[in-house]
């Protein structure tokens, strides 16, 4: 079984400043690792997604993400944040079968004037 | 092409009264998902179909929660009894198919309020 942690439920940061929404997991087999953004009112939508090689990957929008497998995260960075990115941020895993995504929480970042 | 659509997108329904939602996924993906948000939580899944089967119906939550799917298309997830703990975002997702990952893609869910 799986499971995803994001221990941060709401991220205030200012417009332009840099933001990073942590995400860690556990796993007793190996996983692929997801971020989706949910806009208000919309559909979750892939942001970024780690299935192996590299560990830092790029996504839409201007958000990275890396894996470390040691110290078992897959955290979300972007060094200058919109206004338009205020929205609902999901970190989620599944096995390398794919058949069901394991949810974290979510992660509400508003981003203010 | 189309997404994934969901239909109704709003649902309010008074205790006891059974439910049905559906979900049309993008053409020709075999793969069909549901998960429940419910309020402050994450996603759970409830369950996938490959084709009309479903080899994982793990998530759903009680004998009150079943769903089928029809030629490999329209799924409806029925909700018989619903109860207040029901109330959350039933959200659909297809990808092309399961057993290696392929990208899920989602709809934009249905909301249910059980007064």
């Known amino acids: 079984a799986q499971s995803v942690t994001q221990l941060d439920s709401q991220v205030p940061v200012f417009e332009e400043a840099p933001v990073e929404l942590r995400c860690n997991y556990s796993?007793?087999?190996?996983?692929?690792l997801f971020w989706y953004v949910q806009y208000p009112n919309q559909g979750l939508q892939l942001l970024l997604k780690y299935l192996s090689g590299s560990t830092l990957v790029k996504g839409i929008n201007g958000f990275e993400a890396e894996f470390n497998k040691s110290q078992t995260s897959f955290h979300l960075r972007k060094p200058s944040v919109h206004i338009s990115d205020t929205a609902e941020y999901f970190c989620a895993v599944t096995p390398p079968s794919g058949n069901k995504l394991t949810f974290g929480t979510g992660t509400q970042l508003k981003v203010e004037l | 092409g189309a997404g994934v659509s969901q239909s109704p997108s709003n649902k309010v329904t008074e205790k006891g009264k059974d439910v049905e939602l559906r979900c049309d996924p993008i053409s020709g993906h075999t793969a069909l998902y549901w998960y429940r948000q419910r309020l402050g939580q994450g996603l759970e899944f409830l369950i996938y179909?490959?084709?009309?089967?479903?080899?994982?119906k793990s998530g759903l939550p009680s004998d009150r929660f079943s769903a089928e799917r029809t030629g490999e298309s329209v799924s409806t997830l029925t909700i018989q009894r619903t109860q207040q703990e029901d109330s959350a975002v039933y959200l659909c997702?297809?990808?092309?198919?399961?057993?290696?990952?392929?990208?899920?893609?989602f709809g934009p869910g249905t909301r249910l309020t059980v007064l």
């Open positions: 997702a297809s990808s092309a198919t399961s057993g290696q990952y392929n990208e899920q893609f």
């Open positions: 179909f490959q084709g009309n089967s479903a080899p994982d």
């Open positions: 796993s007793s087999v190996s996983v692929y």
